[in-house]
């Protein structure tokens, strides 16, 4: 049997060479493959495959590939010359120039008339030895620097510049950290932080790691090897948020190496590396989650675990949330939700104002991780144990834990916590807390009633309980429970949304809690957290179009919220854009359709109404008004933001903003360009929509080539693109057609990048649109990509796009042909094939004559551009034209004495010199006197 699987090998074998000789990479892949998988032994057979297989790999450009078969021979038959010889030519083209020199002497060692690698290694020398001396003095730079950088007894000036040249040498090349790598810069620095207590060296040298991590796993995997992942847990449990920052930066550029990811738009990780570095990957994530809960970290340390984690669990980063949810790491996360701020005691987690939030968005990412139904019972079980375990305790502050618990689930995973919260006996307990004359439960409770309104059929039940027991808590002496309140009075009195007809409270009711919640955010002796709750009332009350009114006059009301929102971290963020999205109604109304509307009214169906205030007049003055008081910058402060439903929110109010034309530019100017582009590459699929249309018509409205510049203007290109969908609206239709338009002009690799992302088919799709406007701007454009040589290569090919741009040109909307007859005339006059091809078209005549007697001059003046290209290109396609009537029609033009059609007299002119020089017709006939 071994016999006949070694014969089969040896068969693939062969037919891999013929396939290596005929230039067929692919096959001879295919073949050595195959073999490779039959022979199981390491025998010599096997050996010679594999650098067989090298071979193509090299031929492929697969230089990795290549090297990692090449040491598969070696290891199995040693300095085989022409496995060092293709290993030596896959290092040199990876710029591993002295690993390529070892194997170019080996190989020479080995096979001393080897004529092939002499001219390799006489290439490879100098190159060596320059590096050589490059690393000489490398070495010497950075001993000089650690004389300084490490020495706690130097002047504090000299260890600081040490410590940030080597920060320069880390970040320029990657020899220079490869250098303090072998130079042993990872332990010297882990005993300068145990000693230096120096704030800048100290960040500094966390920088440093950083550097060392970047982009490179070899380098990642040496980091922590020698620092040991429970380390960078140790590193951040300090106070100092820079150095949280730092050794965060650390982590997250340790993974991005690890799974190949970057921080680039649209970054996603490598298959193969996340298999290949699966044991330091589940080391860094394991060593984060089980630190999750403990209580010998501080609040900040705690904070920045659970943001890592919420950026990397989900799969379109590493993937991680099953594993996470098998390691209990759930339940650490649900111990944090349900860890109180308030309550004191010895074992006391500490946690911030901001670590709930976290904790919710943290625990929806991984929800939404869970992609079939099993998952789900499983993260759905593990929620429900761990509030069994609470709800069962007799002791109360255990049941206040649940409630707190509660609350996270209905602000994070809300179909988790709306089912949680339809349970029986739930909301009757949360209502019995509030009427408790515990503060803590008072306040967890409220907490809990503004989650849970959130689920419109649990509304009416709080409403016809709650309502007064709010009211009763709203005259505590207490202000955390007053605000408490009062945003659970906002909450349930806005559950009529933007609907006029539906008011929950009695008239002017709204206007009397947007007031109370005005004098808690305007009040200068006012607590950040009591400020966080006022925010969060008004996000609410300003789906009331008069509350917007009155919010919108109210100077000291929007510089508190503007201040606010440049200063806020997430916990007030979701918050702070709600306000400005209710103002700028950028949020999502759902199309009303006039028959429906009868329909609704004839079955004594409700129907929503808009309340007069909020008209499109007064919509563009509150949007000028938020422009005035700088709502740009804080969109573009906020829009770096990790929560896609917040980016969905910015993404809409940079659109509503940018309906008005007169601000487009403001935002462009302002930093909203590169905010958008980063918005329309990530989020949600509306959020992206939003942002693509927001772009598209700041590229419609400026020059592309001053604002966007080029890179942008590539970067737009796919966004716009995403526009011409037929799911998309006429509207974002037509506009992103335009942009492209513009962007078309700037130059060829705009025009390059718009097709080879499929553009052309796209644009060409809405030629024959009913609607006109689409049809315009599909012309428009697709005259401008036709400036692009490949564009007409297209065009020559066997297709009908030049006949279908011919017969737009008779189009009645004016300007859709007139963009087509520009496309004509540009092809025509690039390409002999075209002007072939437009005469073989049944109608030519007719409609050439059509458009040289249309009476617009631009018309006319395109029809004399295409008959000249036509008549120059070739003698039988100009003897053709001549003996129709378009000979008369040209005369006729060329004596016309009318001065606004002098460009046109002229070009008629030049057509017929064209054809007197092909003696096709004499001068006195067309001679002007």
């Given at each position: 049997m071994s016999?006949?699987?070694t014969k089969d090998?040896?068969l693939?074998k062969?037919k891999?060479n013929?396939?290596f ?6 096959k001879a892949?295919?073949y050595?493959?195959s073999a490779?998988d039959?022979?199981?032994e390491?025998i010599?057979d096997?050996?010679?495959?594999y ?5 193509v790999?090299?031929?492929l450009?697969?230089f990795?590939?290549?090297?990692r078969?090449?040491?598969a ?7 085989d010359?022409?496995a060092?010889f ?5 290092y040199?083209?990876?710029g591993?120039?002295?690993?390529a020199y070892i194997?170019?002497k080996q ?5 001393p008339?080897?004529?092939?690698i002499?001219?390799v290694?006489?290439r490879?020398h100098?190159i060596?030895q320059e590096k050589v001396?490059?690393?000489a ?7 000089s620097?650690?004389k300084y ?5 130097e002047?504090l000036e000299?260890r600081?510049?040490?410590?940030k ?7 320029e090349s990657?020899s220079?950290?490869a ?5 042993g810069?990872?332990s010297k620095?882990?005993g300068?932080?145990?000693?230096d207590?120096n704030?800048?060296?100290r960040?500094?040298?966390l ?5 060392l991590c970047k982009?490179?796993e070899?380098?990642?995997k ?7 992942v429970?380390w960078f847990?140790d590193?951040l449990?300090?106070?100092n948020?820079?150095?949280i920052?730092g050794v965060t930066f650390?982590i997250?550029?340790?993974l991005?190496?690890?799974?190949g990811m970057?921080?680039?738009l ?12 699966s044991k330091e990957i589940?080391a860094?994530?394991?060593c984060?989650?089980c630190s999750?809960?403990r209580?010998s970290?501080?609040?900040f340390a705690?904070d ?11 799969f379109n980063?590493i ?11 759930l339940?650490?996360?649900?111990e944090v939700?349900a860890e109180?701020?308030e309550?004191q ?5 500490e946690?911030t ?9 943290c625990l929806s990412?991984i929800?939404d991780?869970?992609?079939?139904d099993?998952s789900r019972?499983?993260y759905v079980?593990a929620?429900?144990e761990f509030l069994k375990?609470?709800l069962l ?7 206040v834990?649940?409630?707190?618990t509660i609350?996270?689930?209905l602000?994070?995973?809300?179909d988790v916590?709306n089912?949680?919260?339809s349970?029986?006996?739930i909301i009757e307990?949360?209502?019995t807390?509030?009427t ?14 503004i ?7 649990k509304?009416?039940p ?6 007064q ?7 505590s002496g ?5 605000i408490r309140?009062l945003?659970?009075l906002?909450?349930?009195g ?5 609907d006029a007809?539906i008011r929950?409270?009695?008239?002017g009711?709204?206007?009397?809690l ?9 009040h200068?002796n ?5 400020k966080r ?9 300003t789906?009331?179009a008069?509350v917007k009114e009155k ?15 440049k200063?806020?971290?997430t916990s ?8 400005f999205v209710?103002l ?6 759902q199309?009303?359709i006039?028959?429906?509307?009868e329909?609704?009214?004839?079955s004594?169906?409700?129907v ?8 499109i007049?007064?919509v563009?003055?509150?949007?000028m008004?938020l422009?005035k008081?700088?709502?740009?910058t804080?969109l ?8 896609l439903n917040?980016k969905?929110?910015?993404?809409r109010?940079?659109n509503?903003i940018?309906v008005?034309?007169?601000?487009r530019g403001e935002?462009?100017?302002?930093g909203?360009?590169k905010?958008l582009?980063?918005?329309a590459h ?6 992206k929509r ?6 598209a018509?700041?590229?419609i409205?400026?020059n592309?080539?001053?604002?966007f ?8 290109v796919r966004?716009f693109?995403g526009l011409?969908?037929p799911?998309c ?5 037509f506009?992103a057609m335009m942009?492209?338009?513009n962007m078309?002009?700037v130059n060829e690799?705009?025009r390059k990048k718009i097709?080879?992302?499929?553009g052309?088919q796209l644009?060409?799709?809405y030629l024959?649109?009913?609607?006109q406007?689409?049809?315009?701007a599909s012309a428009q454009?697709?005259t401008n ?7 007409i290569k ?10 279908m741009?011919?017969l737009l ?5 004016e300007d859709?042909a007139?963009?087509a007859?520009g496309?004509?005339?540009i ?11 437009l ?8 409609s050439l ?5 249309h009476?617009n001059n631009?018309m006319?003046?395109?029809?004399l551009?295409?008959?000249?290209s036509?008549?120059?290109?070739d003698?039988?396609i100009a003897?053709k034209?001549f003996a129709t009537?378009?000979?008369e029609?040209l005369?006729a033009l060329?004596?016309?004495?009318d ?9 008629a002119?030049?057509c017929?010199?064209l ?7 004499k001068?006195?006939d067309?001679e002007?006197?």
């Open positions: 016999g006949d699987v090998a040896i693939l062969e891999g013929v396939a000789k005929d230039g067929n990479w692919l892949l295919q050595y493959t490779l039959l022979l199981k390491n010599r096997k050996s010679i495959l650098k067989n297989r090298a071979a790999y090299i031929k450009g697969e990795e590939n290549a090297i078969d090449c040491s021979s070696l290891d199995i038959v040693a300095n010359p022409k060092l293709r290993r030596c030519c896959a040199e083209e990876l591993k120039y002295e690993e194997d170019g190989c020479l060692s080995s096979d008339l080897n004529k092939e002499q001219p290694l006489s490879l100098p060596v001396r490059e690393n003095q490398l070495s010497n730079k950075i001993e620097m650690f950088a490490f020495k706690i007894e002047s000299k600081t510049t040490a410590i040249n080597l920060l320069v040498l880390s970040k990657s220079g950290s250098g303090l790598l072998k130079s810069i990872v620095i882990k300068l932080l145990k000693n207590q704030a800048e060296v960040i500094n040298a920088r440093i790691f950083g550097q982009n490179d070899t380098r990642t040496q980091v922590l090897v020698e620092l040991g429970p847990i590193a449990n300090t106070e948020q820079n150095e920052n650390i997250q550029e340790a991005n190496s690890l799974t970057s921080n680039t649209d970054s996603s990780p490598n298959e193969e590396k996340c298999t290949k570095n589940d860094i994530l394991t984060l989650v999750v809960d209580h970290i501080n609040k705690r920045s675990i659970i943001e890592i984690l919420t950026r990397n669990v989900h980063n993937n991680w949330a099953e594993r996470l949810i098998d390691m209990k790491g339940q650490r996360l649900l939700a109180l701020i309550t005691y010895e074992s006391k987690m946690i104002e901001y670590s709930h939030t976290n904790v919710s968005v990412k929800y991780n869970m992609t079939c099993k019972e499983k079980n929620v429900n375990e609470k305790d007799p002791d109360i502050e255990s049941k834990r649940a409630i707190s609350t996270v689930l602000m994070g995973p809300i916590g089912s949680i919260i349970r029986d006996g307990m949360i209502l807390m509030a408790t004359n515990d503060k803590v439960q008072q306040k967890i409770a409220c907490e809990c009633i989650a849970a309104t959130s689920k419109k059929s509304i009416t709080i409403v016809k309980q709650g309502t027991i709010l009211k009763n808590l709203y005259k207490d202000d955390d429970i007053r309140a945003v659970g906002c909450k349930l806005s559950s009529g949304g933007s007809s929950p409270f009695s008239e009711s709204t206007l009397k947007a007031e109370a919640c005005r004098r808690f955010l305007i200068p006012t607590n950040p957290d009591t709750w006022a925010v969060e009332g008004l996000s609410y009350l789906l009331d008069e919010l919108v006059e109210d100077q000291a009301a929007l510089v508190a919220i503007m201040g606010l929102a200063s806020e971290k007030a963020m979701y918050a702070l854009v709600s306000i209710n700028c109604n950028a949020y999502e109304k199309e009303v006039p028959e429906m509307i329909l609704a009214k004839f004594k169906c409700h929503p109404e808009d309340h007069e205030l909020d008209d007049d007064f563009n003055k509150r949007i008004l422009c008081y700088g709502v740009i804080v573009v402060q906020l829009s770096k933001t990790e929560s917040i969905e929110l910015i993404s109010l940079f509503a940018c008005l034309p007169e601000i935002v462009a100017k302002l909203g360009l905010s582009l980063e918005l990530s989020g949600t699929p509306k959020g939003q942002a693509s249309q927001a772009l018509r700041i590229g409205s400026i592309p080539e001053v604002s510049k080029e890179q942008r203007c590539l970067e737009s966004p693109l011409l969908h799911d609206t006429a509207l974002e239709n506009e942009a492209l338009c078309a002009s690799r705009v097709l080879d992302t499929g052309l644009i060409e799709s024959f649109e009913e609607h406007m689409l049809r315009r454009c697709f990509l036709m400036m692009s040589h490949d564009v297209i065009i020559e090919g066997e297709n009908d796009k030049l006949k741009l011919f040109c008779e189009e009645e909307d859709t007139l963009a007859a496309a004509v005339a092809a025509v006059s690039n390409s002999v094939l075209c002007c072939q091809k005469m073989k078209f049944n109608n030519w005549e007719e004559k059509a458009l040289l007697a009476p631009a006319q003046h395109r029809a551009v295409i008959a000249h036509l008549i120059g290109t003698k039988n003897e034209i009537d378009i000979m029609v005369m060329s004596i016309i004495e001065e606004k059609k002098k460009e046109i007299r002229e070009m002119y030049k017929l010199k054809a007197e020089s092909l003696k096709l017709i001068k006195p067309f002007e006197e």
